[in-house]
């Protein structure tokens, strides 16, 4: 059958039982076949939920309503000269014909399949970690002595990536702006040397809101790709369908939601994802952060119920945010009028999934942020002091110390990480209510 990873959405795709590999004959009049070629022109649902519900779902071997876990590292073919076949590119993944794991494997793919519905994009490649799909996106899209503006508030990962690794071993550099300061971002493109404009949907870990469609035009008209990182708002924002070229992930953030895995993902075209898989000069293909088989299968029975769990992330932390203003706090949460982007953020958002499971605490000192932090975990059992997000249970870290500590303090201030800034990623364990009240018994300690 075939294995085709990009998204048919114009109408329903078959339901697909895996089957015999095929012979190495011509299939342009199988119908599989044809559900590959015609989806290169899908057009997207508009609602992530009715994406995924639109691809074909696979069936498990013997007709389980799961799919089969293809673990084995290398495959087999019928004829000598259907190899050849494969490694010069006339059969490969879209009619059913795997060489070895680390260029394609079917559960893997499946899972592309699922991210490439949510994301909207016409394909999507899977890896084994986040940065692993960050950097080999920069690297497939950057060349030696190429440039790339990028915002200045960013994961500190991605920032040590963009400040320290890339100038070093790729002579690629890179200016970093405030991102909603388009005049700046206009200046700081290059015309024919920079190559990427690099941006989070909603930055971490002070959740300032970028404006997709716009930063889109402007890096467009000037040749330039646009990259979103959109790990903080699955489901509630589609920065393909704003115009941003290529989406990445930390899958092990909120599609995994389990705190359990490491994940990542590349969503784009499907020119793209051939290109860092061609087996001469794809970054992926080459630098190997092959996602296992198994970790595939887990995360592609936890996508189903993603809006779901968006949903209850977004409603618990709107409520917390409001509440805790309330209390006289500075919060930073999207869905408050009080946010310097929220009718930016109202207008982007996909319906009905809220703005986002995180919130961020101002405590002007470190030394408040960990008091507070610690009444929060040890007195009142309201969260964990850990690092990530996107957890059923509310994660708290304060930022400048730990998620964005390769900043340096100019960097820092630059972004406007304040000391005593904690980034919370709000849970869903437990009622409202409870969650609540333990979040007041912590504060009225303070």
Same mark, same amino acid.
């Given at each position: 059958?075939?294995?085709?990873?990009?998204?048919?959405?114009?109408?329903?795709?078959?339901?697909? $039982?895996?089957?015999?590999?095929?012979?190495?004959?011509?299939?342009?009049?199988?119908?599989?076949?044809?559900?590959?070629?015609?989806?290169?022109?899908?057009? /997207?649902?508009?609602?992530?939920?009715?994406?995924?519900?639109?691809?074909?779902?696979?069936?498990?071997?013997?007709?389980?309503?799961?799919?089969?876990?293809?673990?084995?590292?290398?495959?087999?073919?019928?004829?000598?000269?259907?190899?050849?076949?494969?490694?010069?590119?006339?059969?490969?993944?879209?009619?059913?014909? $795997?060489?070895?794991?680390?260029? !394609?494997?079917?559960?893997?793919?499946?899972?592309?399949?699922?991210?490439?519905?949510?994301?909207?994009?016409?394909?999507?490649?899977?890896?084994?970690?986040?940065?692993?799909?960050?950097?080999?996106?920069?690297?497939?899209?950057?060349?030696?002595?190429?440039?790339?503006?990028?915002?200045?508030?960013?994961?500190?990962?991605?920032?040590?990536?963009? &400040?320290?690794?890339?100038?070093?071993? /790729?002579?690629?550099?890179?200016?970093?702006?405030?991102?909603?300061?388009?005049?700046?971002?206009?200046?700081?493109?290059?015309?024919?040397?920079?190559?990427?404009?690099?941006?989070?949907?909603?930055?971490?870990?002070?959740?300032?809101?970028?404006?997709?469609?716009?930063?889109?035009?402007?890096?467009?008209?000037?040749?330039?790709?646009?990259?979103?990182?959109?790990?903080?708002?699955?489901?509630?924002?589609?920065?393909?369908?704003?115009?941003?070229?290529?989406?990445?992930?930390?899958?092990?953030?909120?599609?995994?939601?389990?705190?359990?895995?490491?994940?990542?993902?590349?969503?784009?075209?499907?020119?793209?994802?051939?290109?860092?898989?061609?087996?001469?000069?794809?970054?992926?293909?080459?630098?190997?952060?092959?996602?296992?088989?198994?970790?595939? $299968?887990?995360?592609?029975?936890?996508?189903?119920?993603?809006?779901?769990?968006?949903?209850?992330?977004?409603?618990?932390?709107?409520?917390?945010?409001?509440?805790?203003?309330?209390?006289?706090?500075?919060?930073?949460?999207?869905?408050?009028?009080?946010?310097?982007?929220?009718?930016?953020?109202?207008?982007?958002?996909?319906?009905?999934?809220?703005?986002?499971?995180?919130?961020?605490?101002?405590?002007?000192?470190?030394?408040?942020?960990?008091?507070?932090?610690?009444?929060?975990?040890?007195?009142?059992? $309201?969260? !964990?002091?850990?690092?990530?997000?996107?957890?059923?249970? &509310?994660?708290?870290? /304060?930022?400048?110390?730990?998620?964005?500590?390769?900043?340096?303090?100019?960097?820092?201030?630059?972004?406007?990480?304040?000391?005593?800034?904690?980034?919370?990623?709000?849970?869903?364990?437990?009622?409202?209510?409870?969650?609540?009240?333990?979040?007041?018994?912590?504060?009225?300690?303070?």
């Amino acid at each position: 059958m075939a294995a085709a990873h990009f998204v048919e959405t114009t109408e329903p795709q078959p339901l697909v $039982f895996s089957g015999e590999k095929r012979n190495d004959r011509d299939d342009d009049d199988d119908g599989d076949a044809m559900v590959a070629k015609k989806s290169a022109l899908a057009v /997207c649902e508009v609602d992530p939920a009715a994406a995924l519900a639109s691809i074909r779902h696979e069936f498990g071997e013997h007709g389980g309503v799961n799919m089969s876990i293809e673990a084995s590292a290398t495959f087999t073919v019928m004829e000598p000269d259907t190899m050849r076949r494969m490694f010069a590119g006339e059969l490969g993944p879209d009619n059913d014909f $795997f060489v070895y794991s680390r260029h !394609f494997n079917p559960t893997v793919l499946n899972l592309s399949r699922q991210m490439a519905a949510l994301e909207g994009t016409q394909a999507a490649y899977c890896t084994s970690s986040g940065m692993s799909a960050i950097s080999s996106v920069m690297l497939q899209l950057c060349s030696s002595g190429g440039h790339v503006v990028a915002s200045n508030t960013l994961y500190g990962g991605t920032h040590a990536l963009l &400040t320290h690794f890339l100038p070093r071993t /790729c002579n690629i550099t890179t200016s970093f702006v405030d991102i909603t300061d388009h005049g700046a971002v206009a200046d700081a493109i290059v015309e024919g040397r920079t190559q990427v404009l690099y941006f989070e949907s909603v930055a971490n870990p002070t959740l300032t809101v970028a404006d997709i469609p716009e930063l889109s035009r402007m890096a467009h008209e000037k040749g330039v790709t646009v990259v979103v990182d959109n790990t903080f708002a699955p489901m509630v924002l589609s920065p393909a369908k704003l115009g941003a070229d290529v989406v990445v992930h930390s899958i092990s953030k909120f599609i995994s939601g389990g705190a359990d895995i490491i994940a990542g993902a590349v969503c784009g075209s499907e020119k793209l994802v051939k290109g860092m898989m061609d087996l001469r000069g794809g970054s992926l293909m080459l630098l190997g952060p092959t996602m296992n088989a198994k970790v595939a $299968f887990e995360l592609s029975e936890r996508i189903p119920h993603l809006g779901l769990r968006m949903r209850e992330h977004s409603r618990r932390a709107h409520v917390y945010a409001e509440r805790m203003r309330e209390l006289g706090m500075k919060v930073i949460y999207p869905g408050l009028e009080t946010h310097p982007q929220h009718k930016l953020a109202k207008g982007m958002v996909n319906k009905d999934y809220g703005y986002g499971g995180l919130l961020s605490i101002d405590m002007e000192t470190e030394e408040k942020a960990n008091k507070l932090m610690t009444y929060l975990q040890n007195a009142t059992q $309201f969260g !964990f002091m850990a690092v990530s997000l996107g957890y059923y249970e &509310t994660l708290m870290s /304060c930022s400048g110390s730990s998620t964005s500590s390769e900043l340096d303090p100019s960097q820092k201030a630059a972004a406007g990480i304040s000391p005593g800034l904690i980034r919370m990623s709000v849970g869903y364990v437990g009622t409202l209510e409870q969650k609540w009240s333990q979040f007041v018994k912590a504060f009225l300690r303070m």
